[in-house]
């Protein structure tokens, strides 16, 4: 693999960019890899370069039926923040802000990550009381966060309205180094950096069937025929009930459209990220100029990836008391992603009924943030059958009653 440097860039443009490599090779499936992961979201090739990376495990296959990132790792609005209130949370939360920070180094590749800081809104007495528990909560656990007052509000965000008649900003919950970074650049590093250690990323290729003999997989078919595996790796966030179905095994998650808009672009306005959990509704500016808006879920369960036009109302009523001059904006484009929701607001990392399959799943409506800390210890867990980031996020927490409840810090959907 050629890296990225500012001298290619300077002797690209003197000889018309012809130089420059396809970033990741275009593959065809062999007949058997040592692991499949089914699904080139960020999470699965997050999965597939930590395999590589910390385990030495390069004969794999990210199998994905679209493109690579055109799930919801390429429609999602970018939040990334680690102040959630459960310690097992806040620790894979956590190590995934940190890998941010430095994943375009690591990487060689720009995902923009920008740590501008995000700043959850209390608008109501319960809504504050929350987060001045995980506030406290956080500061037990090592992650940096603190409670700010209405005036610290304004003036971190000075187009905010904070004496709205309705919902009237009591304070926030501030986490400085969270923030954003840019989606596909995320997947599209994690893809070049996965070919460039020799594994293939087949797209267009949808798995059909898991294989199985005797409790355990074999391989799966798919529309490019059959490939055999040792290891299976299921990361297909909203599918992964379709997924799991084919492998003979029930989860307890829901699919739901999420949905999202931009407006026009306009000049810099807002520097940080802001959520607004009671009025729900969430917004950034992106680097285009445009404002980025983050609305609800369906309230059906259903796989249709695209947005409606209530969700375009109901979400900029939220926010227009709170940020009056969206009201003068026009909005250029709203889509949807299919998200996999469970029950207390955690993902399942997991081990499967069948030996050698394992299941990534169930971030909802904010697994874009958790990306290279669920690769990590997804591909801890499938390399050796354990790790301490996936540990808690165990599927028997269902039978066992043992939830790790994020409704608060999930509250919004993000
Ligand atoms: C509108 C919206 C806004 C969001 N905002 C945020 C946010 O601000 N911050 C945040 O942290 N999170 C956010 N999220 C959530 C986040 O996008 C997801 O949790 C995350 O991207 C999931 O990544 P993934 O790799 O698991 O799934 P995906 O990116 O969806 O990848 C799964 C892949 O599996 C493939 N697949 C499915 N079935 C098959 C099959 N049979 N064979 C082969 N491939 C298959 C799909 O085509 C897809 O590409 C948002 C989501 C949406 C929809």
Redesign the pocket.
């Known amino acids: 693999m050629k890296r990225y440097s500012a001298f290619a860039i300077a002797r690209e443009a003197l000889r018309d960019h012809t130089g420059w490599k396809r970033a990741w090779a275009k593959a065809q499936p062999k007949a058997k890899y040592d692991v499949i992961i089914?699904?080139?979201?960020?999470?699965?090739l997050a999965t597939a370069y930590y395999l590589g990376k910390n385990f030495g495990i390069t004969n794999v296959a990210v199998?994905?039926?679209?493109w690579l990132?055109?799930?919801?790792?390429g429609?999602?609005?970018?939040?990334?923040r680690s102040n959630y209130l459960q310690d097992a949370s806040a620790a894979i939360y956590e190590k995934a802000r940190g890998l941010y920070e430095t994943m375009s180094q690591d990487l060689n590749y720009n995902v923009m990550f920008s740590p501008r800081g995000v700043l959850m809104l209390a608008q109501t007495e319960h809504e504050k009381k929350g987060y001045l528990r995980t506030a406290h909560a956080n500061a037990l656990q090592g992650i940096e966060t603190r409670w700010i007052s209405p005036a610290e509000v304004k003036k971190i965000c000075p187009i905010m309205n904070i004496d709205g008649p309705r919902y009237p900003v009591l304070g926030g919950l501030w986490q400085e180094r969270g923030g954003t970074a840019r989606h596909d650049a995320v997947a599209w590093g994690y893809a070049r950096a996965c070919s460039a250690m020799g594994m293939d990323i087949i797209q267009n290729?949808?798995?059909t069937s898991v294989l199985k003999e005797g409790g355990k997989v074999t391989g799966v078919d798919t529309t490019k025929g059959q490939i055999n595996c040792d290891k299976l790796g299921i990361?297909?966030?909203?599918?992964s009930g379709?997924?799991a179905e084919m492998a003979g095994f029930r989860l307890p998650v829901e699919s739901v459209a999420?949905?999202?808009l931009v407006s026009e672009p306009i000049k810099p306005c807002m520097d940080i990220v802001v959520m607004a959990n009671t009025v729900h509704g969430y917004m950034s500016q992106s680097d285009k100029g445009e404002m980025v808006i983050?609305g609800g879920a369906d309230g059906f369960n259903n796989y249709t990836q695209r947005g409606s036009f209530q969700h375009v109302e109901e979400t900029v009523r939220a926010l227009v008391e709170t940020f009056p001059m969206i009201s003068r904006l026009k909005m250029l484009r709203q889509w949807?992603?299919i998200?996999d929701m469970t029950g207390d607001r955690s993902p399942i990392l997991s081990k499967t009924p069948l030996d050698n399959c394992f299941i990534n799943c169930g971030?909802?409506?904010?697994?874009?943030?958790?990306i290279p800390g669920s690769g990590w210890g997804f591909a801890e867990l499938m390399a050796t059958g354990h790790s301490p980031l996936t540990d808690e996020f165990g599927l028997n927490r269902f039978s066992e009653g043992r939830f790790i409840d994020e409704s608060v810090a999930a509250g919004v959907?993000?």
Do not use: D, P, S, Y
């Open positions: 089914v699904g080139a979201g960020g999470h699965g199998i994905e039926k679209g990132g055109g799930g919801n790792t429609r999602n609005t970018t939040i990334i290729c949808e798995v990361v297909v966030a909203g599918h379709v997924l999420l949905q999202a983050g949807g992603g998200v971030w909802g409506t904010g697994g874009f943030k958790a959907a993000h």
